[in-house]
């Protein structure tokens, strides 16, 4: 084997060396990053942080006004690359209760011109084009969504990119976490608010 192979290999090894150096380096900062922002937001709730360690994620959870919440991180695989979602979890009780609330996009339009989706309209153009509403029971939804107690909260998670679903053993909000949109004590306690807002008046 000629010096110049030995050399290319070791260049090789130094290079791939610096790249899982710099990948460890980037995510220790960007998890200190987010449990700074997560003791804000524990502070200014009065919620509990686990910070976690090397193998598991920051937990965030508490109580307000009475329900009980959490919020968590997740990773999933997406092909070669691993996405991390923000979600925030709470009990809920009602059997007979189930309602979704997305992003009214694109293909949940083009079905809904094809009268496919099971679409809940509230009678609001302004919340109807942005919030896609789906449950059972129709009889109790429909009026709900009439009520601004309901709006609010429910705009508030669809604008920050949150999909919720509430039924029964728990509710849950997912959207995926941008470090740089999300890292801010005041945006998740007002997120944790409206989902908390949410729950309470599905009850």
Known sequence: MGNMTVYIIIGIAVF?????????????KQRAKT?????????KLGAQLDP????????????L????????????QAGNTQVTYLDLKSPFEAEDFRLSLKKFGAGAKFFNMLGL?????????????KVLVKGEPKSKIT???????FKLPATRLIERGYAVEIKAPGAVASKIYNMKKD?????????????????????
């Not at 976690?52 to 109580?63: C, F």
């Not at 006004?65 to 990773?75: A, I, S």
């Not at 989706?117 to 084009?129: E, T």
């Not at 890292?183 to 009850?203: G, H, T």
Request: charged letters at 30%.
């Open 143 to 149: 009026p709900m969504s009439y009520d601004v107690n």
């Open 65 to 76: 006004d009475g329900r009980d919440y959490e919020l968590t991180f997740r990773v999933v």
């Open 35 to 43: 449990t700074e922002a997560l003791a804000d937001v524990a502070e």
């Open 16 to 28: 791939l060396t610096a790249i899982v150096y710099l990948i460890v380096v980037l995510s220790k």
């Open 183 to 203: 890292l801010s004590a005041e945006i998740l306690s007002a997120d944790i608010d409206a989902f908390l807002k949410l729950i309470k008046r599905c009850r």
């Open 117 to 129: 989706g099971k679409r809940i309209k509230s009678g609001d153009p302004a919340f109807d084009a």
């Open 52 to 63: 976690g360690d090397w193998k598991t994620k920051p937990v965030l959870s508490g109580s």
